[in-house]
């Protein structure tokens, strides 16, 4: 082969070594995955006067807004980082507003959600949440299964090196039972195994209010993903945001570690 290879041709050689999650298909330049990380709900709020709860419902709004026009604009999943395994280090009345907004979000929005064909997951540990949130959780997961619409994904009380450990259990269990051989341990088989099995790998990943990092969200799946970082909070991040973010994709070169090639070369 060539020694330059096209973006597509180095997703197509990154699905045949194995890595299916590299390899995405994308149409006009959309990403077919966006996944957020909604910050600064806290300093919106602090900088008006207001409770950091205040902040929360507000950015709860944002959501709203932010998944009507991703419906609008056909992107097909959209991940949104709702609670994080370390916002458990917060005061118990925070947590309990966050839980609460859960709550609100299922209740109020679940129907609106299904009629629009939206299918809801939930990623993260269940292990530690209680159980009437648990069984709101599956309701929807169980009332929306089977819309082809968008897919909205929630991680909640979510943590990437946990939802790792868990693989790397699973798979120790595997071989010692004798499922799994070493030479079958491929990023497909990991990725088949993650919270977000069956989900493609995020194509856009955009976090809100000037922080640049990752903060344990996705770490497996945002290996090829590109970041926009902007200086909005994320109560204030409206459709426009969402547009401009998308457009700057757009423009992004994905080379999966080729080399873009040139017309004419
Ligand atoms: C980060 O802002 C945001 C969160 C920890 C929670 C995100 C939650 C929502 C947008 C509300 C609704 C969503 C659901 C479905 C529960 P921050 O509090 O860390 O802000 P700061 O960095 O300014 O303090």
Same mark, same amino acid.
């Given at each position: 082969?060539?020694?330059?290879?096209?973006?597509? *041709?180095?997703?197509?050689?990154?699905?045949?070594?194995?890595?299916?999650?590299?390899? %995405?298909?994308?149409?006009?330049?959309?990403?077919?995955?966006?996944?957020?990380?909604?910050?600064?709900?806290?300093?919106?709020?602090?900088?008006?006067?207001?409770?950091?709860?205040?902040?929360?419902?507000?950015?709860?709004?944002?959501?709203?807004?932010?998944?009507?026009?991703?419906?609008?604009?056909?992107?097909?999943?959209?991940? %949104?980082?709702?609670?994080?395994?370390?916002?458990?280090?917060?005061?118990?009345?925070?947590?309990?507003?966050?839980?609460?907004?859960?709550?609100?979000?299922?209740?109020?929005?679940?129907?609106?959600?299904?009629?629009? #064909?939206?299918?809801?997951?939930?990623?993260?540990?269940?292990?530690?949440?209680?159980?009437?949130?648990?069984?709101? %959780?599956?309701?929807?997961?169980?009332?929306?299964?089977?819309?082809?619409?968008?897919?909205? $994904? $929630?991680?909640?009380?979510?943590?990437?090196?946990?939802?790792?450990?868990? $693989?790397?259990?699973?798979?120790? *269990?595997?071989?010692?039972?004798?499922?799994?051989?070493?030479?079958?341990?491929?990023?497909?088989?990991?990725?088949?195994?993650?919270?977000?099995?069956?989900?493609?790998?995020?194509?856009?990943?955009?976090?809100?209010?000037?922080?640049?990092?990752?903060?344990?969200?996705?770490?497996?799946?945002?290996?090829?993903?590109?970041?926009?970082?902007?200086?909005?909070?994320?109560?204030?991040?409206?459709?426009?945001?969402?547009?401009?973010?998308?457009?700057?994709? #757009?423009?992004?070169?994905?080379?999966?570690?080729?080399?873009?090639?040139? $017309?004419?070369?």
């Amino acid at each position: 082969m060539d020694a330059t290879l096209t973006a597509r *041709a180095a997703g197509d050689l990154a699905k045949d070594a194995g890595s299916k999650s590299a390899a %995405i298909e994308h149409v006009g330049r959309l990403p077919e995955h966006i996944a957020i990380i909604m910050d600064g709900n806290g300093r919106w709020a602090e900088e008006r006067g207001m409770s950091r709860t205040r902040g929360h419902r507000a950015g709860l709004d944002a959501l709203r807004r932010c998944i009507t026009r991703a419906d609008e604009r056909k992107i097909r999943y959209l991940t %949104i980082f709702a609670f994080s395994s370390e916002n458990w280090s917060r005061p118990k009345s925070e947590i309990d507003d966050l839980f609460k907004l859960l709550n609100t979000f299922i209740r109020r929005d679940l129907k609106k959600l299904h009629r629009n #064909g939206v299918r809801v997951r939930m990623i993260g540990n269940r292990e530690n949440l209680e159980q009437d949130i648990l069984r709101q %959780i599956t309701e929807a997961e169980e009332l929306t299964k089977d819309n082809d619409g968008m897919v909205l $994904v $929630v991680a909640f009380n979510y943590g990437a090196r946990s939802e790792i450990i868990g $693989v790397v259990r699973g798979l120790v *269990a595997s071989a010692a039972r004798g499922e799994v051989s070493e030479s079958e341990i491929t990023e497909s088989l990991i990725s088949d195994r993650l919270d977000t099995e069956g989900i493609p790998d995020p194509d856009l990943l955009i976090r809100t209010s000037g922080e640049k990092r990752l903060s344990n969200f996705l770490l497996w799946q945002c290996a090829y993903t590109e970041f926009v970082f902007t200086e909005s909070y994320w109560p204030d991040f409206d459709s426009q945001m969402l547009d401009e973010a998308i457009t700057e994709y #757009g423009q992004r070169d994905r080379r999966y570690g080729g080399i873009v090639q040139s $017309v004419g070369t």
